[in-house]
């Protein structure tokens, strides 16, 4: 499984956008870029996943560039409750019963 | 919109006994995993279970866990002799087929204490 790096930590306002960085450098050609959040005793919930360029939903946004060794997730206008632990989790195209690994991901501290 | 539930969520339990965490995977889902996390670490992979058996097991699976789908709707952990090391949440999943690799459906999690 390709490894992933984000910052440990990041901190916001409400109503700004925030965008959290992952670098994949070894991504490899069938591995799909998904995020997670997860807010204290919850478990991970499924946010955005993509392959490149950018996908967006109701939630987030996901850019990822040409060489897809990195994705940034973009939370437009957050607020108190988006406060959370963001992970980037890099894996294969193929169907179900795949492993998740995942890291120690992003702690997002947003403020009033 | 359709959610994995787990019971207990929470169970506290003396050191060697036995405690079974039950998951309710959302209806037509075919692919079921058990994670764990202990207070203030990663999430952990423990299992990944499919057509009746498992997938794939981590290393901190070992003779002590076992899974079971008993009918058509439920999926247990079962932890044969709870060691103090085993507290923590343990998150299920699950998945189906017309979900890419990486997107799984998690509850909310049993946090097991055991004393």
């Known amino acids: 499984l390709a490894k992933t790096t984000q910052p440990i930590s990041m901190d916001s306002y409400e109503g700004q956008e925030v965008n959290i960085t992952c670098s994949h450098n070894?991504?490899?050609?069938?591995?799909?870029i998904t995020w997670y959040q997860q807010f204290p005793s919850q478990g991970p919930r499924f946010i955005i996943q993509?392959?490149?360029t950018k996908v967006t939903n109701e939630v987030a946004s996901l850019f990822i560039p040409a060489d897809r060794k990195s994705s940034t997730l973009s939370l437009p206008r957050v607020s108190l409750s988006d406060t959370a632990v963001y992970y980037c989790?890099?894996?294969?195209?193929?169907?179900?019963?795949?492993?998740?690994?995942f890291g120690t991901g992003t702690q997002l501290k947003v403020e009033l | 919109e359709p959610e994995v539930t787990q019971t207990p969520s929470h169970q506290v339990t003396q050191m060697g006994q036995e405690v079974i965490l039950r998951c309710v995977p959302i209806?037509?889902?075919?692919?079921f995993y058990w994670y764990r996390q202990i207070l203030g670490q990663k999430v952990e992979f423990l299992v990944s279970?499919?057509?009746?058996?498992?997938?794939?097991k981590s290393e901190i699976f070992d003779d002590q866990f076992s899974v079971e789908r008993p009918d058509g709707s439920n999926f247990t952990l079962k932890i044969r002799s709870t060691k103090l090391e085993d507290s923590a949440m343990y998150f299920c999943?699950?998945?189906?087929?017309?979900?890419?690799?990486?997107?799984?459906?998690f509850g909310p999690g049993t946090r097991l204490l055991v004393l």
């Open positions: 993509g392959y490149k």
């Open positions: 279970f499919y057509n009746n058996e498992i997938s794939e």
């Open positions: 070894n991504i490899a050609t069938n591995d799909y």
């Open positions: 209806s037509n889902h075919l692919y």
């Open positions: 989790l890099v894996g294969g195209l193929t169907g179900g019963g795949n492993k998740l690994t």
């Open positions: 999943a699950s998945s189906g087929l017309r979900d890419r690799g990486g997107t799984q459906y």
